[in-house]
């Protein structure tokens, strides 16, 4: 039995748990279960089997284990609890991020034989390979000005852009929140926009005059091409 992972997340005023465990053994079984005030809110599984029946090693199956616990942790960031709360439908596993397919493990294995010469490698890296070049995929990246400028009970305007990485193209209609989050109040949603054809937007709102406690503003941003986020501390 693998070493398994914790995860605590807080999104708009709710706290999620996260845990992550091999149930090994005779049931070769990767379980992520979500907890919202000490009751499961869902549940993903992914089964193993196959790769044991190919002689998989343990760093395969914890590589799979921290990619689907990485993924429901970020489905909650993005606020993609619908995701995780549908039912399943005969899949090994549905977790989902960014709208990529179901990751499962006859995906892992069939996507990296199509492109890679197994018999010249390991399964384990063949699976290494294969997250890897899920990690090099377009994905989206925030560049904010006037986010150092912010502090408590004064205007601000945050001059947005969004562009792909790699590939550095605008990102048209992508959905942008600035939120307040602070020790002493619930979250705050400040403004919100989306960005026009040169993939820009600029938000104007104020900052609330919290007297004590540590705020921070964060910008997130949500498009089918993937999502990104930026904090800024909040000054007295």
């Known amino acids: 039995?693998?070493?398994?992972?914790?995860?605590?997340?807080?999104?708009?005023?709710?706290?999620?748990?996260?845990?992550?465990?091999?149930?090994?053994?005779?049931?070769?079984?990767?379980?992520?279960?979500?907890?919202?005030?000490?009751?499961?809110?869902?549940?993903?599984?992914t089964e193993y089997r196959n790769l044991l029946d190919v002689g998989a090693e343990k760093g395969a199956i914890q590589t799979l284990m921290e990619h689907q616990h990485r993924a429901i942790v970020e489905a909650i960031k993005n606020g993609r609890i619908s995701v995780l709360t549908e039912p399943q439908v005969g899949a090994e596993s549905d977790t989902t991020v960014k709208g990529r397919s179901p990751l499962t493990v006859n995906t892992v294995v069939a996507e990296?034989?199509?492109?890679?010469?197994?018999?010249?490698?390991?399964?384990?890296?063949?699976?290494?390979?294969?997250?890897?070049?899920?990690?090099?995929?377009?994905?989206?990246?925030?560049?904010?000005?006037?986010?150092?400028?912010?502090?408590?009970?004064?205007?601000?305007?945050?001059?947005?852009?969004?562009?792909?990485?790699?590939?550095?193209?605008?990102?048209?209609?992508?959905?942008?929140f600035v939120r307040l989050l602070s020790t002493a109040t619930k979250p705050v949603k400040l403004a919100e926009g989306r960005t026009d054809d040169a993939g820009k937007v600029s938000l104007r709102g104020n900052v609330p005059d919290i007297e004590r406690g540590t705020a921070l503003v964060v910008v997130s941003a949500q498009h089918a091409s993937g999502s990104d986020e930026a904090k800024f501390l909040v000054k007295h």
């Open 112 to 176: 990296a034989a199509n492109t890679l010469p197994r018999s010249q490698k390991t399964l384990d890296e063949v699976i290494a390979e294969w997250l890897a070049e899920q990690q090099r995929s377009e994905r989206i990246r925030l560049a904010i000005e006037g986010g150092n400028d912010l502090s408590m009970g004064t205007p601000f305007t945050l001059a947005i852009a969004i562009r792909t990485v790699p590939g550095d193209a605008p990102v048209a209609g992508a959905q942008v």
């Open 1 to 45: 039995m693998l070493t398994g992972y914790n995860t605590d997340i807080d999104f708009d005023g709710v706290t999620y748990h996260v845990q992550t465990e091999d149930r090994g053994g005779g049931n070769p079984l990767i379980e992520s279960l979500v907890y919202v005030g000490g009751e499961i809110l869902a549940a993903r599984r």
